[in-house]
Nanobody, 124 residues
Framework: QVQLVESGGGLVQAGGSLRLSCAGSGRTFSSSAMAWFRQAPGKEREFVAA????????DHTVSVKGRFTISRENAKNAVYLQMNSLKPEDTAVYYCAARNTWAVSRKRDDYSYWGQGTQVTVSS
């Protein structure tokens, strides 16, 4: 079992930065691949970024490449999403997710554990 709690969301102007954090608990955190997804109003939840259990494999969706960076610290049971050059279209609820394997995936159904989400709002 893995429990996840996100933090760090808020309101920021376009061009600004935010750093999201996801605190995990449970003995399997360090063996879990982790990901960030987001869901804007009226839209499907979409993949943002993923990282393998040891951080060796990282994947970012094309719309955030060069602006967002996923990272993790297993010693702290934490995963992060550094978001720079934010755009109004990045506005969404951001969710942290974990899966019971080392490999990354872009598929929402591959992730068994989810946090409650944190709101990110980017004003123009």
């Amino acid at each position: 079992q893995v429990q996840l709690v996100e933090s760090g969301g808020g309101l920021v102007q376009a061009g600004g930065s935010l750093r999201l954090s996801c605190a995990g608990s449970g003995r399997t955190f360090s063996s879990s691949a982790m990901a960030w997804f987001r869901q804007a109003p009226g839209k499907e939840r979409e993949f943002v970024a993923a990282i393998s259990r040891n951080g060796a494999l990282i994947d970012h969706t094309v719309s955030v490449k060069g602006r967002f960076t996923i990272s993790r610290e297993n010693a702290k049971n934490a995963v992060y999403l550094q978001m720079n050059s934010l755009k109004p279209e990045d506005t969404a609820v951001y969710y942290c997710a974990a899966r019971n394997t080392w490999a990354v995936s872009r598929k929402r159904d591959d992730y068994s554990y989810w946090g409650q989400g944190t709101q990110v709002t980017v004003s123009s």
